[in-house]
């Protein structure tokens, strides 16, 4: 009989944490047993995992006694106080957060891109951000032929990466303006709803966002090549869920839209969307609720020697985070890597 | 006494025709005479003129008789039609269509731009398309001082640009949404509510639309610079009014982010709007409404030798039409140009 395990979902009540536990049943993961966690406010909560009722525990330090995996989706803060607890305890952590995602001793891991990377795990493995994986899944294969020298990346972010509470923002601003009333804003500094926010993450020094800072070293880290130019601008669109790209790439040789079209198609993890004539592309409409990353709008930038457009879209909860999450869990089983080094 | 005007709007009713009107009398343009007309289907609608009723009259090719100048926003077969008729009828035309942009007999305007490019007009005069033109008005100075050698953009715009008809069926859509129905769609190919579609006009052969297009060509002739490389992405998003635009700036030679900020902050028609410590920056419910081009998020793309990032958003409906347009005339009459030579 095959093992099975004793899998925690950290930040289980959160939206990423309510598509972990999503995404286990629907994936039949080897779960032995569920332990959802989150704060003290939420222990006690009745939680549905595989169409049972789990209750929801807070997470303390004896959290991960006798558990062997851990899906970590409860901010930066929480990951770097309880993914040492959870490993120290025997525990393997795969991280949403982005506390753990540059360390050197950390794999930043897409199963479609970079599998080999879980061998050398120490007992955490991090989960890129959302915005990078879909953009990774697209570049890997085209990279693998025609060198990528440079990415010119701009975002249109759906709300659900923020929260559950984002959502609701958005839902309630819409009504509101709908309405003619003012809209209430509290979860983004300015009125979400029927606007765009050139602003994603905290601001740097240098004028840009984390977000967009994640993007320039993700990417990097995640195709093993730090030569790759990425300049990225994010921003976030009145969308519930799904993040879309407009991708503009590079290439050190050839690479005709056609030629990107055919290795598309058949690259791990992609659905190729790319019929202008009969109005066929990705959008996040389309690509919520699904597990591909779609791209289209290929088309060829006469601008440069060998340059490349997409459209890129992918559910950001799913691809972009719990997905992603519960991939490296299975690599893991595959590879028999849930222990501790 | 100066002298006063007879001026036809064409397509009166629409979005942009109203936006015409209004922005007529807020500048106190010298009108002796509001000339509103329309397909016979609006004929005797009354329409608000400086505080007046006046009445709309169907479209013939009787319309331009004693009129001096004639605001064009009718759709470009109109445009096709009527503008030569105009002409003809000693006319001055002002065009807002995409119907003679590219004509060589044809100055393509943006006054903060090329201003003497009106001087050589031979009684037709193209306003470029929205997204070029806020676009342009940011570029222009930075071009003066540092030659932009390459141009990546990609757009976030609203559905005001389509007409009064898309902002009805983004408020109903969303209403229906939310109210937990299935959205009717009739303007745009996809839903637009909650959703992005990078999809702007027609099609065409090499995989770009023909807004994308629009961004290349019209760029090289109202910058009277055809080695400006142009490579866009043409993006709908649930904004209701004022088009956004991530733009990725390559410079001849170098152009610091304090520098751009420095001249951006006393070009005309800009207005800077950057300073992430208060979460300043350009947003479409800001720009709407107002006349100035707004510009932020400027900063260093170190990817390339002398690159910068930059985010611009403007009312489409205004300076990206219709307050366009009325600068033209207002820089005609200046110049004592409305005449057909």
């Not at 080897?30 to 003290?40: I, Q, R, T, W």
């Not at 921003?235 to 839209?257: D, I, Q, W």
Request: with cysteine; hydrophobic share 40%; aromatic share 4%.
């Amino acid at each position: 009989m095959s093992r099975e395990y004793r899998v925690a979902v950290v930040g289980a009540t959160g939206a990423v944490g309510m598509a972990m536990r999503t995404i286990l049943a629907e994936r039949r993961f080897p779960v032995k047993e569920l332990v959802p966690l989150a704060s003290a406010r939420s222990a006690g909560k009745p939680l549905d995992f595989a169409g049972e009722t789990v209750l929801c525990r807070e997470l303390t330090g004896h959290s991960f006694d006798g558990v062997d995996l851990a899906l970590f989706s409860a901010g930066a803060g929480t990951s770097l106080d309880y993914a040492p607890v959870a490993r120290d305890a025997g525990c393997v952590v795969i991280d949403n957060s982005s506390a753990w995602r540059m360390d050197p001793q950390v794999p930043l891991v897409v199963p479609e891109v970079n599998p080999e990377d879980v061998a050398w795990h120490k007992g955490i493995i991090a989960n890129p951000n959302c915005s990078t994986i879909q953009m990774v899944v697209v570049m890997k294969p085209l990279h693998g032929e025609a060198r990528i020298t440079r990415v010119v990346v701009s975002t249109y972010q759906a709300v659900s990466g923020t929260g559950a509470e984002a959502i609701d923002e958005l839902v309630r601003q819409s009504d509101d303006i709908l309405a003619g009333k003012g809209p209430q804003i509290s979860v983004y500094p300015h009125q979400i709803a029927f606007n765009c926010l050139p602003h994603i993450d905290v601001f740097l020094e240098d004028g840009s966002t984390k977000e967009e800072q994640k993007m320039v070293d993700e990417t990097k880290k995640i195709l093993g090549d730090p030569s790759i130019k990425v300049s990225a601008t994010c921003v976030r669109v009145p969308v519930r869920n799904g993040h879309s790209e407009s991708v503009n790439l590079e290439f050190a040789t050839p690479m005709s839209p056609e030629r990107a079209r055919e290795i598309l198609s058949r690259a791990p993890g992609v659905l190729l969307a790319d019929d202008p004539a009969t109005n066929t592309y990705p959008m996040p409409i389309v690509a919520s609720g699904k597990d591909e990353t779609y791209v289209g709008r290929v088309r060829r930038d006469p601008t440069v020697a060998n340059g490349l457009n997409l459209w890129v879209v992918a559910d950001n909860l799913r691809k972009g985070a719990a997905l992603n999450a519960v991939q490296i869990g299975e690599l893991l089983v595959e590879r028999d890597l849930i222990r501790v080094p």
